[in-house]
């Protein structure tokens, strides 16, 4: 079967940092997604990578590891607004979107 | 620039009512859409995708319908709603091999 998995739940402190792992068992690997979610709200796109390596976007790095099936999410200097739902979504070989629970992330100040 | 709407934004429907969401995407053509279905504090549920009009494939077999009548239309129905019905409906679009998905507002359906 495929699986994504995450952690539930994380906290963290405003102007820390804080990595959501994700790990990840799929038919075939063409991409991973990270998703924002704030409560009530759709999904927003983060980042995509799907070569080996660190994808950095301002605050935001996303890393992959294609041979390990691993994925984190970096997020630096944390805002209260950071505070969300963060979704790890994979493409499989039929290139369909196969998704985490998602990590709700609480940032304290 | 492409956008996507979906509507109504929230609703609160008896059991065994009929359920009608609607979806339309502007400014891009013959898109990928899809509908999602979110439990609270769950993943999101793959319902239907659509690669063209009146080509719909199910996910997941259940009492819910999906139609395409136009290239940007996308209508998600139940004749009647079960209790377990109620969740947070997306719609969705994508074009392309990444599989990006770009979502509409979302909306809260409450089964009573």
């Known amino acids: 079967g495929q699986n994504i998995d995450q952690p539930t739940e994380m906290t963290a402190t405003e102007g820390a940092i804080v990595q959501i792992n994700c790990t990840y068992q799929t038919s075939g690997f063409n991409g991973l997604f990270w998703y924002q979610q704030h409560a009530g709200e759709a999904p927003t796109f983060l980042s995509y990578n799907v070569l080996d390596g660190l994808e950095e976007k301002g605050r935001f790095s996303s890393f992959l590891s294609r041979s390990k099936g691993y994925s984190y999410l970096l997020l630096k200097e944390l805002q209260m607004k950071d505070s969300a739902s963060y979704l790890c979504a994979v493409v499989d070989s039929n290139y369909q979107l196969i998704w985490g629970a998602g990590t709700k992330l609480i940032i304290k100040p | 620039s492409q956008t996507i709407h979906q509507w109504p934004a929230t609703l609160v429907q008896p059991v065994g009512s009929p359920l009608s969401l609607e979806c339309t995407v502007e400014g891009t053509s013959n898109p990928n859409l899809y509908w999602y279905r979110q439990a609270a504090g769950r993943g999101l549920q793959l319902l239907f995708y659509?690669?063209?009009?009146?080509?719909i494939s199910s996910e997941v077999p259940q009492n819910l319908s999906a139609s395409r009548p136009q290239d940007r239309q996308f209508i998600l129905s139940s004749k009647k709603l079960l209790l377990s019905d109620s969740g947070f409906y997306l719609c969705?679009?994508?074009?392309?091999?990444?599989?990006?998905?770009?979502f509409g507002e979302g909306s809260r359906l409450t089964v009573l």
């Open positions: 969705a679009w994508s074009v392309g091999d990444t599989g990006e998905l770009f």
């Open positions: 659509s690669v063209g009009i009146g080509q």
